[in-house]
């Protein structure tokens, strides 16, 4: 392969890369000064930005609190045994139904039944919790 | 240069160090995204939040500064556009940790100083570069634009941003080539 333009050199900087550029790259001095330019330009282009010591001090203390409180949904146990009883109890619906019904058909009164609880439990926040990043937190 | 052990083991002295050395590439990244300053302050908190979670996937290859800011930039992108999913960010921070595994990346130049004298080489030659040069590279390079966003916002053609990106880069990498061969 030879040198590929500078706009895939700038693909591999953001993480787009692909095994033979990175294969020419390992292998041509020429490649390897253009990318360094574009790893060093994040620095270079903000070089004479302005830095208030009141944002540094705001950040450190942030930094300073435990990690994660902003970003991870925690479910309590509570949200989580309701959720099991749900599901459980809808399974448990499913099964009356299919078993009163009798031989007539008996699956397609499971899987509405099934669906139906899946439609609950994805649509209503507090039983979606399985659709989320669960922590148990610190 | 980056003493990893303290970085992965979340030293807050070293974490303020590093917080004061790279607050301008997390300014800048949010400031791309950030329209007041009150919504660019926001950013640099939750910024330097996400990259400290994230700190263990930078293994010391390649420059810190560099993944300083993808990491924050990625992260200031993401919550302008809303975007709460945590598996996108994930998948991001996944790119990112194997990008430092596949792919090539500059070495940590031998000392802080050897990089502060880089960093200011490459500011001073992008002073002197066309304006419009300066605008594509900025754009591309590290707004991340696709080449027609770019076009569209410098209202030329697809061809010309290629071109001033490719020839700015060149450019720079002339200047930079010589000023270390000038040192050494």
């Known amino acids: 392969m030879g040198c590929p333009e500078i706009d895939q050199l700038i693909d591999l900087f953001h993480g787009r890369g692909d095994r033979e550029l990175d294969d020419h790259v390992r292998t041509c001095p020429s490649c390897q000064a253009d990318l360094k330019v574009i790893f060093l330009l994040p620095s270079a282009m903000s070089f004479d930005v302005e830095v208030p010591e009141r944002l540094v001090a705001r950040v450190l203390d942030a930094l300073s609190k435990p990690v994660a409180e902003d970003d991870v949904e925690r479910v309590s146990v509570g949200q989580r045994l309701t959720t099991g009883v749900i599901g459980f109890t ?49 | 240069m980056i003493d990893l052990a303290r970085l992965h083991s979340r030293d807050p002295l070293y974490l303020e160090k590093i917080v004061r050395r790279y607050m301008r590439e997390v300014i800048k990244a949010a400031k791309r995204v950030g329209r007041d300053p009150d919504e660019v302050d926001d950013l640099v ?127 720079l990498s002339s200047y930079l080539t010589e000023q270390s061969d000038g040192l050494s």
């Open chain 1, 90 to 138: 809808t399974m448990a619906a499913a099964l009356v139904v299919s078993g009163s019904a009798g031989a007539a058909v008996p699956m397609v009164f499971v899987l509405i039944s099934l669906g139906a609880g899946l439609a609950v439990g994805i649509s209503h926040p507090w039983f979606g919790c399985w659709n989320r990043d669960i922590s148990l937190g610190p």
């Open chain 2, 45 to 171: 908190q939750g910024a330097w939040v996400h990259i400290l979670k994230n700190l263990d996937s930078y293994q010391g290859r390649g420059l810190f500064g560099a993944w300083i800011y993808k990491v924050a930039f990625n992260h200031c992108r993401d919550v302008a556009r809303q975007q709460s999913k945590r598996s996108r960010r994930r998948e991001r921070m996944g790119q990112e940790a194997a990008l430092q595994d596949l792919c090539w990346t500059p070495p940590n130049p031998q000392s802080e100083l050897e990089l502060e004298q880089a960093i200011a080489s490459l500011h001073d030659a992008i002073s002197r570069l066309p304006q419009r040069q300066r605008e594509a590279i900025d754009l591309r390079c590290l707004g991340d634009h696709p080449l027609r966003e770019v076009a569209q916002t410098m209202e030329v053609l697809e061809s010309t941003v290629r071109s001033y990106v490719s020839r700015g880069i060149k450019n």
